[in-house]
């Protein structure tokens, strides 16, 4: 048996109790066995057994670990089971790492740690308490009273703490573990006196033990670990929050997780070949000046363009949906084009640049607000035409992109021109083309009428029915949600079946 595969006598196989399930899964117990089950802090290992994914790993009361996967075995029988290396390896560089920061963040700054999660990727955290300074020309703690002094305190701590990591993984110290029975660890000796640990619960016989050569760390601990500190490649931490007074939440990348961060941060725009050297500047310049043409060249500068001069209904052209597509899109796809050219800056001038980016998309927002109040006047303005020629019964709108905004100005600026108008707004949730044989579900409309009146209320209870969907509102307004949209052909004579 290697440390990831092997073969194992199934002793145990029962089906999973709990809430029924589609396909049955079943906890099976092997004679031996690789498989991490999630404790500590670490995430289970994943792999298979005879091809079957091994989808839950956990202690049983016996002490076993039960393995969840759903093919039921025999008693007796010879199985192969496999640990998914890579996996596991990246869990043990995340708990190595969480070892050494802890560590070395308790014996420079007294930052002990609280507690530390890692999920399938991206950064892990470890929570710490705040650093505490020696006493000037002393190796005493002293309290800081400042709180300017604190967080450069914070800042140094983390600063320094980074560094000294960094420096025990170049010189890849051994990490050793040592398995001790109860009465070994309790025994006072020089291994003994340097462990640091919660305490050990009752019952447990046999005390397992990481120790980071050098002099660095010894540590109760049941986890996976690397063999050296090399293993880890390099830490980088990214940030921290405050979750609770008198704590940070430190996040940070190790080893593999470290490279896939600084992969994603330097490949080349989508479509782009990667090329060799590949260097920061001509990435940036890739990024924000690539020779595909840009589909709304208004927008390409950086900051928002200037907005044209009011449109008036005269001016208005036919393809109104067009209009309004393209300048919502440009507006928007303006921003976010600039986002592009902000963040091709140095790391240090990203927080910078992204409040930038913030801001503008703040204006964007406000300007596209305005945007949708001034077409949705000139929309209502041909529908107030409309109501006053043709008298009809109840106007229809529909529009075929999901703008509910639209929707929403084009109501208020009808009932505001046109105060007994009757009218429907429709849009899906979904742009078109639907499917022919099946509901569009999730559709918006918006029913506006009269103030005062009870057409509007009952009007919106019948569409609701009509359409399969459901609504609601007071006053002279009415919307919701419907099954499908396509069914409003039938509206108006619904209505009229019913006296609305």
């Not at 990246?90 to 920061?101: N, R």
């Not at 949906?321 to 440009?330: A, P, Q, Y």
């Not at 849009?427 to 506006?448: C, E, K």
Request: proline share 8%; aromatic share 4%; glycine share 10%.
């Amino acid at each position: 048996m290697s440390d990831f595969t092997g073969t194992a006598t199934v002793v145990g196989c029962v089906p999973k109790a709990g809430k029924k399930k589609v396909r049955p899964t079943f906890l099976v117990v092997l004679d031996r066995s690789a498989f991490f089950p999630e404790d500590g802090g670490q995430l289970r290992d994943e792999g298979s057994i005879e091809g079957h994914p091994v989808i839950g790993l956990s202690r049983n009361a016996s002490g076993q670990v039960d393995h969840e996967v759903d093919c039921e075995f025999q008693i007796g029988q010879q199985v192969h089971w496999i640990v998914d290396e890579q996996v596991r390896f990246d869990h043990m560089q995340v708990h190595s790492g969480q070892h050494l920061i802890s560590a070395i963040a308790e014996d420079q700054f007294q930052m002990h740690t609280l507690s530390w999660s890692m999920t399938t990727s991206g950064p892990a955290t470890v929570d710490l308490s705040l650093p505490v300074a020696p006493a000037p020309g002393t190796s005493t703690p002293s309290a800081v009273a400042a709180a300017d002094d604190a967080d450069a305190l914070l800042n140094r701590a983390l600063a320094v703490t980074e560094q000294q990591v960094n420096m025990r993984i170049r010189e890849n110290q051994p990490i050793i573990i040592h398995a001790l029975t109860r009465a070994e660890y309790e025994a006072p000796g020089p291994l003994k006196s340097r462990v640091r640990s919660r305490g050990i619960p009752d019952g447990v016989s046999t005390v397992r033990l990481v120790e980071i050569g050098g002099g660095v760390d010894v540590n109760t601990c049941c986890g996976t670990h690397v063999s050296s500190l090399g293993q880890l490649q390099m830490i980088k931490f990214v940030g921290f929050e405050r979750p609770k007074a008198g704590a940070i939440r430190l996040s940070f990348l190790v080893g593999g997780r470290l490279l896939e961060g600084i992969r994603e941060m330097v490949r080349p725009p989508h479509g782009a070949p990667r090329t060799a050297p590949f260097a920061f500047g001509r990435l940036a310049r890739s990024r924000c000046h690539s020779s595909q043409p840009h589909p709304y060249p208004h927008c390409r500068s950086q900051r928002l363009p200037v907005p044209p001069p009011p449109l008036t209904s005269a001016a208005l052209p036919t393809d109104l949906d067009g209009v309004l597509d393209g300048v919502l899109d440009g507006v928007l796809d303006g921003v976010l084009d600039g986002g592009m050219h902000l963040l091709c800056a140095q790391p240090q001038e990203h927080e910078r640049k992204v409040t930038q980016l913030q801001e503008e998309l703040r204006a964007a927002t406000k300007s596209r607000k305005g945007l949708l109040n001034e077409l949705g006047a000139l929309v209502a303005e041909r529908l107030v035409v409309q109501w006053n020629t043709e008298h009809p019964k109840m106007l229809i709108h529909h529009r075929d992109d999901p703008q509910t905004e639209v929707l929403e100005a084009i109501g208020q600026a009808v009932l505001a021109q046109c105060p007994e108008a009757r009218i429907l707004l429709t849009a899906p949730a979904n742009p078109p083309p639907f499917p022919a044989d099946q509901p569009v579900g999730g559709s918006f409309y918006l029913l506006a009428g009269p103030q005062g009146s009870e057409w509007v209320q009952r009007a919106g209870s019948k569409i609701a029915e009509v359409m399969g969907g459901r609504g609601g509102g007071r006053g002279p307004r009415y919307q919701g949600k419907v099954q499908d949209i396509r069914q409003r052909v039938a509206i108006l004579g619904a209505l009229e079946a019913a006296g609305l």
